[in-house]
Structure formats: C-alpha cells, structure tokens
C-alpha cells in the first residue's frame, strides 16, 4: 500500500492496547480505506464500528474489528504526527525569512513548510501555489477552517514577481473556492517597500474585502530584512513617515469596514505603531485578537492582563531585584509596565535590558529571534540582580534551545544568574516577577 503509518505509542487500557496493537505495527486502513494523513485517520475512526487492518513487523496481517462510542479515540500515536511528509515551499519570495539565514544553523531552519495541513493544525501560513484540487476538496470535505493564506498582493502580474513563482497570481482563484465553502480564512501581507505597499496596498485591501466576512482578517506586516541579503532582491526598511502613511490606509478603511460588518477586518502589527511613534489602538480595535501570531495586538494585549492582573493584588513591600532582558520593540512597554508594578511593590526593583539582534542584523527588533549569543554578549558583566526573566519565544517550542542552539544552561552558567522562562500571558509576566510557581 502506498500509505502505511507506523505506531510509536498506544495508551495503557485503551481500545487499541485491548486489541493487541503495538509500537512498531503498522496501520494500513480503516474500512478498506487508505489512510492518507492525520485528517483522513480522524475522520474515518469517528464511526461507532470500523475494521482496522494492522500489520505486525514480522508482516502478518491483522483485521481488527470495533465497536466503540462515536468520536471515542483509539489511543495509539504515529511517528509522524501529521502522518505524512510536510510540504515544503516552491517559491523563491522576496521577503522570505529563510533565505535570509546564515549558513551553519541546524537543518530545521532551513525548511520551508507551505501545507495547508500545517495552516489548519499551526495556524502556519501558505501561498495557495502548493495547494491542489484535491487538497482542496478535502479542506471543504473535513472543514479544515480557519486556514491562513498569504496574499502579499491581489494583483496577480505581482504576486508572481513577488513569489517568483508564474503561478501564484493564478492561485488567487482558489480564495473563490474556499469563499464559497464558506471556509473561515484569515490573511497576512508582507508589505514590502516599493512593491505592494501605497496604491498596491489600497488595491489588495479592497479586493480582499469582497470575502467578507469568512475572510475574517487580514494583517499588514513589515519586512522583516536580516544582515544575510547578498544576492537576494534589493529591498530597504519603511521610514517613520512611511510607518505613518501604511497605517492612515489601514484605518481609513478599519472606519469604512466597521460600521458595515463589525470587523475592522485590516490590521497593522505592533511594529508599525513603534515605527511611527504612534500609541496603540485599544483592545476593541483587535477584533478578538485573530493575529497575534502576527504580532498583531500582543503588546496591547500583555498590557491589558498584566494591568488586570496588578488590579487583582493587594501589593507587599518585600524586596525583590529583578533583571528582564526582551527585544527593542518590546523594551519600553516592559519598563512602562514595571513602573506601573512599583506602585504597589515599591521595594520591587525590575531592570529591562533591550537586547540589539546582532546576530541578525539591527532590523530585527522582536525577542522570538533574538539568541543566546547575543543575550550572553550584550548582558555579560551587567547587574542581573537575583533572577533574569526571558520571554519563552526565545526558545524553540518545549525545548530549552535558542535560534542558534545556545541552551538555557548556556546561558545561565556563561552570565551566572538563574534564568525564568515566562510565558506568553500578563498574568504569567506578574508571577514571574512575584517568583510565584502556577
């Protein structure tokens, strides 16, 4: 058989332990059906009875047939999570960060993922150029929703320049597609300076309105450009004036959109507001927060819960000494919110420490891409106090490895202060501070 999926795990007193099945044995099919990936496996066991076909490794076949509850699991797990290869891109986009890596860096970094599998399970973004008409009809099939599409621009002549790829202006059609399933769908653009951006950018935004409202939004994102560009196309960051021209379009058409559909359905990142010296919008503009895998609203949004967390507290005067090392573009909201802190904990004394991507390139202000070489570099001699707070998107997820495979020990024993890794949320950023263990 084409597709056949090895068990790596089978949970202790679950139907597929009382059936005999194994780590190491195989499954071929469900219901005389082939098992194309995760999405098809969860389908077809959502019957009450099925036949499992098993093989053993020594090849013997087995043909297993159960009766379970609707929706009930089988309690077995694959090598592969998502039960087939990942999809890797075939574009050579302008903007891509990848192609922006240095040499040397371990090989996941490298790979360029553009599946819609990943859209639906990540909330990983994807160009429509690898996305057939079978997968197609199986997102509409399996309501693989929301899925998150890359437009970068509507207009198709440059959408293929952008993507280099001769196809990508004629993906757009699929969105038609998706509209009419009705599949949720959210989007991102990439602006980049002297290509999509101006009356490109105004175009792409009213074209995109017309899938309104399962396109439920769409966020305007900087180019993020690396010191590694030799060789690739040309292209130069936005100035501050231009920061405030992007966003006077983006909430023209938030005043225009609004009253009609109850989205402001176009959002800025976080970014554009530091660049043009702007105050972030309030929490409503953020329509639930849709992007914040875009940074889209996540400094507004670790304002609101740390304030709503401080609220909550009665305050002490116990002394703490507390260093916090973060990105450029979050430093001084960080240091807004320690002050705020020492009204009711004035013996809590937190020092921010802006960290510059170096090894990036000075352009790079977020802390999920900032590594361990230059959090030793740039604080190695400095006062850390008693504990140094790190944002846990510095790490790869659940591992204790930076970008360039410093590990949090690496850290620790080159600067010499214990490391709290704190999670995403205000609530988690006050714990820290408190020491308090959730």
């Known amino acids: 058989m084409a597709h056949e999926h090895r068990i790596c795990s089978v949970q202790q007193g679950s139907i597929a332990w009382e059936m005999g099945i194994e780590p190491g044995d195989k499954l071929l099919a469900v219901d005389g059906q082939e098992i194309e990936d995760v999405f098809d496996y969860r389908y077809y066991i959502e019957e009450e009875e099925l036949v499992l076909l098993i093989e053993k490794p020594d090849g013997e076949q087995w043909e297993l047939e159960i009766e379970k509850e609707s929706y009930e699991d089988l309690g077995m797990e694959f ?12 574009n050579r986009c302008i903007f891509c960060f990848i192609d922006q890596m240095p040499p040397g860096m371990r090989d996941t970094l490298y790979f360029k ?14 160009t429509l150029t690898n996305m057939s008409g079978h997968d197609l009809e199986r997102i509409i099939r399996f309501r693989l929703e929301p899925i998150n599409i890359s437009f970068q621009t509507m207009n198709p002549d440059l959408r293929c320049r952008m993507l280099h790829n001769r ?5 757009l059609k699929k969105v038609d597609t998706l509209y009419e399933a009705g ?19 105004d175009r792409s935004i009213r074209e995109l309105t017309r899938y309104l409202p399962h396109l439920r939004s769409v966020s305007v994102v900087p180019v993020g450009l690396t010191r590694f560009r030799e060789g690739l196309e040309p292209l130069e960051p936005f100035t501050k004036e231009e920061a405030r021209q992007v966003l006077e379009l983006i909430h023209g058409w938030q005043e225009r959109l609004y009253p009609e559909h109850g989205l402001h359905f176009i959002h800025a990142s976080d970014e554009w507001y530091i660049l043009a010296g702007e105050e972030l919008p309030g929490e409503e503009t953020y329509d639930g927060y849709l992007q914040l895998e875009n940074g889209v609203g996540m400094l507004r949004l670790l304002q609101n819960e740390f304030s709503q967390a401080l609220d909550g507290e009665t305050g002490d005067r116990k002394e703490r000494r507390i260093s916090l090392a973060t990105g450029l573009l979050a430093a001084p909201y960080l240091r807004q919110m320690a002050l705020k802190l020492r009204e009711k904990f004035p013996r809590t004394e937190i020092t921010v420490y802006p960290i510059k991507n170096e090894f990036f390139g000075e352009q790079i202000t977020v802390s999920g891409l900032i590594t361990g070489q230059d959090l ?8 850390l106090a008693e504990r140094l707070l790190l944002p846990s998107n510095m790490l790869r997820a659940e591992e204790d490895v930076f970008l360039d495979d ?8 080159a600067l010499q202060v ?3 890794i704190v999670k995403s949320s205000g609530q988690d950023l006050l714990d820290a501070i408190l020491d308090r263990i959730r």
């Open 79 to 90: 090598e592969q999570g998502l039960m087939d290869e990942y999809r890797s891109c075939r």
């Open 113 to 126: 993922d553009d599946d819609s599998r990943l859209s639906f399970l990540q909330g990983n973004y994807v």
């Open 167 to 171: 196809f990508a202006g004629e993906a």
């Open 183 to 201: 599949i949720e769908m959210n989007g991102q653009i990439v602006l980049c300076k002297g290509f999509n951006d101006g009356e490109e950018l």
């Open 376 to 383: 030793v570099k740039q604080l190695a001699g400095q006062d």
């Open 406 to 413: 410093f590990t949090v020990s690496d850290v620790e024993n």
């Open 418 to 420: 214990p490391l709290n």
